[in-house]
């Protein structure tokens, strides 16, 4: 189906780009519609990393048009009894495996509607690979759904309540500061945790993890090469890195660590 207002697609997952899955995929959705404008958000996911997927579209949603449709595909359950939806969300469309990865967008921006993909016209084939439902279920119904094809269409309605979320802890405020946890490990090493730059800004802090203590600083030229420091990323989380090395390797912290800021005083 081709459409003269056809809207952005973009794709994430944990194929990688040494095999042809991506590529594959991106012929799938020209097949139904070349004139769909294919983004990679990244392909380089840590396999049946869950978490990664999550915090990689939350953090990717609010940099493309409205009406964007994020086609996602971490996907440890394929084949089983896990459902594959498609989300109308209030910046977009979320298609992929319901299994918590659109968690982090949807507690962000609010949820309009959710369905699951039982409509086989949209699919590629009706017997769709037990092990590739990226190529055979999500890749031709994002390409449907930015064609044009109205959202309801696409299958059965869901109660949202019933949609997996990831396990992963909140952050929150304390009296002497915060509390959260690492949610995310970036390709540099730096452990990004769940503690928004609203909780330090304005504020003299330091972080605490483990046994260790970093200071809370704006830039990595406040520290030494070599040391630790804690600042805000560019994506608005509070972060541990190492200027000019690997924080994950340096100080040994792994996903879901936990992490407690601490407030000084006012600047």
């Known amino acids: 189906m081709k459409s003269e207002h056809v809207r952005v697609l973009t794709l994430l997952s944990d194929f990688g780009d040494r095999d042809t899955y991506v590529g594959v995929m991106k012929g799938v959705i020209a097949q139904i519609n070349p004139l769909v404008t294919v983004l990679d958000l990244t392909h380089q996911i840590q396999p049946q990393n869950k978490a990664a997927a999550r915090f990689c579209l939350m953090n990717a949603y609010p940099y493309f048009p409205s009406g964007t449709v994020h086609v996602a595909v971490v996907d440890p359950g394929v084949g089983s009894v896990r459902r594959a939806i498609a989300v109308e969300f209030a910046d977009g469309f979320l298609v992929g495996p319901d299994n918590g990865i659109f968690s982090g967008v949807l507690s962000q921006s609010p949820l309009i509607a959710a369905v699951e993909l039982t409509n086989q016209e949209y699919w590629r084939t009706p017997q769709p690979s037990i092990t590739f439902h990226g190529r055979d279920i999500f890749a031709p119904v994002g390409a449907h759904l ?22 992963i802890a909140e952050s929150s405020l304390t009296e002497t500061g915060a509390v959260g946890c690492i949610q995310y490990i970036d390709h540099f090493g730096n452990l990004v945790t769940n503690i928004p730059e609203s909780y330090v800004q304005g504020k003299t802090w330091y972080l605490e993890a483990a046994e260790l203590t970093v200071p809370g600083c704006e830039t990595y030229s406040d520290v030494k090469v ?18 000019s090395g690997n924080a994950q390797l340096q100080l040994l912290l792994q996903l879901g660590d936990a992490v407690k800021v601490i407030k000084v005083e006012n600047r």
């Open 146 to 167: 930015a064609s044009g094809v109205p959202f309801k269409q696409l299958g059965k309605l869901l109660d949202p309540a019933t949609l997996v979320k990831l396990d």
């Open 226 to 243: 070599g040391e630790a420091i804690a600042l805000v990323g560019s994506h608005g989380w509070v972060e541990i890195a190492i200027n």
